[in-house]
């Protein structure tokens, strides 16, 4: 008895040691199963938000349209028609408004950094006009259809040489509602 | 073929190059000449400065504001782009002549003398001719202790005016667009480019300043609400107002600078960019133009009877004049496959300044009203645009990123003494408001 209550006061005090010594790792293993329940409560917490969301899903179902899926339009220095490599990219856009025709758009017309930015401001508007035009022409009711110049203000590329420039010339479609 | 002969073809009349006084035929003038309708320079010299002595100036008090009024009035009169300051040679500081031959031995013509009076709060300053010891003028100016400079740039101006029939522009100031990330907002600074000042603080875009006629109003194009818009602010409050109150694009004000009740500027509120004015209260709007291609930019002659644009109507964007009702449309620059914008009209109404495209970039070019005279001022370095004359008509104010970035540079009428104003590139489209009078500080006008 006396022996085996020496080896358990042994075994107790080994496992309380060992249980010491792992005190770090056994708080952090004591502590792993909470996140378990964690992601549960995070789950839990956009659960109203769906309830919300569910109405705009439905709406999204039917667009099914992003700014992404237009394409942007480029042009050729100091000049505003839709070149004839161009077209297909406009037509694209064209279509996509005509799928969907409760979508408004904004056409952003862009010039490149060379030209004084008073013309470019006007360069930039003409741009925008003649890609609303075109879509005009193509059945797109102009009410759906706002532009606007950005002459040189917005470039989307910084450089200094022709393949910057001709990245920066362009029409983008931006949608003002849904 | 090598870039002159290029550039020479491309315009199809001959080019000769003044430089450093020397007129240099570039290349063929005879086969050219045939073609000749207009003469081309390109301008790197400058016309001879006129010798100033600067003496006196010296003070019995300790507020050391006499001797700033004294350096500031000579970094003026070298800045104007018509004098160079003389000092006297240490050979000649013993010299028993008179102050005059002294003078006139370190090769002055012109003598500016400085007294201090009332207790050195005032400086009278007499201007003598040394050739004939005429007394050119003699003025009395207080000096007010925050701002000495300011009697300097009085007192350079009144000078400027002797030899140049139109008063001095340094004592005025220069407004400009500065970029800060996506926002362009209004700035002031003196012609000197010291003491910068924010104009607006709107977070959006701001461009193209134009001052009014009285120097107390600037007109500038604002993104309002995805509308660009012709904004009027208060130099002295700060208040704004919207003077186009009526969609699309409306850009590049054009103050007259006879009547500071009417304004010029581009708008496509009929579907085109077609050129307007107004009155300053957005009433009375007058369309100028007619035309499908596009007008832009408007600029006043001095007397307010004339307008020159730009319009891309041949093709490709050039410089016409127009009477101020909208009649008797003609091309200015001539008709070549060149690109060519931003006329700017010379105090004087003499020339129009503008940019030109050419092999190196845009470049800033004078042209005279007959069209057949035309002077390169610069060239071969960046791209240059945005001229503005100073309103005594020496200075040309433009937007340049010969030092990378957008600067603003000045350079004199011809050309010469091309100074940046700014260095931190992101400034650009500059407008040199009208002169003070100075009579705020000017004894006789107080009296």
Redesign the interface.
């Known amino acids: 008895m006396y022996k085996k209550g020496n080896v358990a006061v042994v075994f107790v005090l080994g496992l309380l040691l060992t249980l010491a010594s792992f005190n770090g790792c056994a708080k952090k293993k004591a502590e792993t199963p909470p996140p378990k329940p964690a992601p549960v409560v995070q789950e839990k917490k956009p659960a109203p938000k769906p309830q919300v969301k569910e109405p705009e899903r439905k709406i999204v179902e039917k667009v099914a349209i992003s700014e992404s899926q237009f394409n942007t339009v480029y042009f050729d220095f100091d000049k505003s028609d839709i070149k004839s490599d161009q077209r297909s990219n406009l037509s694209n856009n064209a279509r996509l408004l005509s799928d969907n025709s409760t979508i408004r758009i904004r056409i952003e017309g862009h010039c490149d950094e060379r030209g004084t930015d008073e013309y470019n401001m006007a360069l930039g508007q003409r741009r925008a006009d003649a890609i609303k035009q075109y879509l005009i022409d193509y059945g797109i009711s102009s009410s759906r259809i706002s532009t606007i110049s950005y002459g040189e203000e917005r470039p989307v590329s910084s450089g200094h040489n022709e393949s910057s420039w001709s990245q920066n010339r362009r029409g983008e479609f931006k949608i003002t509602s849904q | 073929m090598n870039k002159n002969s290029c550039f020479q073809k491309k315009y199809s009349f001959y080019l000769h190059v003044l430089f450093f006084y020397y007129i240099i035929l570039v290349s063929s003038v005879f086969e050219a000449s045939a073609q000749s309708e207009v003469t081309l320079s390109i301008r790197a010299g400058g016309s001879k400065l006129i010798g100033i002595g600067i003496e006196g100036f010296n003070t019995t008090g300790t507020s050391g504001l006499i001797s700033e009024v004294k350096s500031t009035l000579a970094d003026d009169l070298n800045y104007c782009g018509l004098f160079q300051v003389k000092e006297i040679p240490d050979s000649l500081q013993s010299a028993s002549q008179s102050m005059f031959e002294i003078w006139k031995a370190a090769n002055a013509s012109c003598l500016i003398y400085g007294i201090e009076t009332q207790n050195s709060t005032a400086v009278s300053v007499k201007a003598i001719d040394l050739k004939t010891a005429v007394t050119l003028f003699e003025e009395e100016y207080l000096i007010i202790a925050d701002r000495p400079w300011y009697t300097a740039h009085v007192i350079a101006d009144d000078i400027i005016g002797i030899y140049n029939g139109v008063r001095g522009s340094l004592a005025s100031q220069i407004a400009f667009v500065r970029s800060n990330g996506e926002y ?1 907002d209004l700035f002031l600074m003196d012609p000197d480019g010291r003491r910068r000042r924010q104009m607006t603080f709107s977070r959006t ?1 701001n ?2 300043p134009s001052w009014s006629s009285n120097g107390e109003s600037i007109a500038y ?1 604002s993104l309002n609400n ?3 818009a012709i904004v009027m602010i208060n130099v002295n409050t700060g208040q704004t107002l919207d003077i186009s109150q009526w969609p699309g ?1 409306n ?2 004000p054009s103050w007259n600078p006879t009547n500071p009740d009417i304004i010029a500027f ?1 708008s ?1 509120r009929d ?1 085109n ?1 077609e050129i307007y004015t107004c009155r300053r209260n957005g009433k009375d709007l007058r369309r100028l133009t007619n035309h499908f291609g ?1 007008d ?2 408007p600029t006043w002659s001095p007397d307010g009877s004339k307008i020159a644009f ?1 319009s ?1 109507r041949s093709g ?2 050039k410089v016409y004049i127009m009477n101020s009702d909208g009649s008797g449309i003609r091309r200015l620059t001539p008709s070549l496959d060149t ?1 060519e ?2 006329p700017c009209w010379s105090p004087r109404g003499n020339l129009i300044a503008f ?1 030109i ?1 050419s092999d190196y ?2 470049d800033i070019a004078t042209i005279n009203l007959n069209g057949d005279e035309m002077i390169m001022l610069t060239y071969g370095s960046g ?1 240059n ?2 001229p503005k004359w100073s309103p005594d008509g020496l200075k040309i104010l433009f937007t340049s ?1 010969r030092l990378g970035g957008k600067n603003l540079f000045v350079m004199n009428w011809d050309g010469s003494d091309i100074r940046p104003l700014t260095k931190d590139g992101n400034s ?2 500059p407008a040199w408001a009208p002169t003070s009078s100075g009579d705020d500080i000017r004894v006789s006008s107080r009296r």
């Open positions: 362009k875009l461009l193209s194009s995805e509308n660009w694009l850009t590049s581009t496509t579907g960019a596009i832009s930019s730009t891309d490709m964007p690109y914008d931003s940019v495209l970039g845009f791209s645009e945005n990123n650009l489209s």
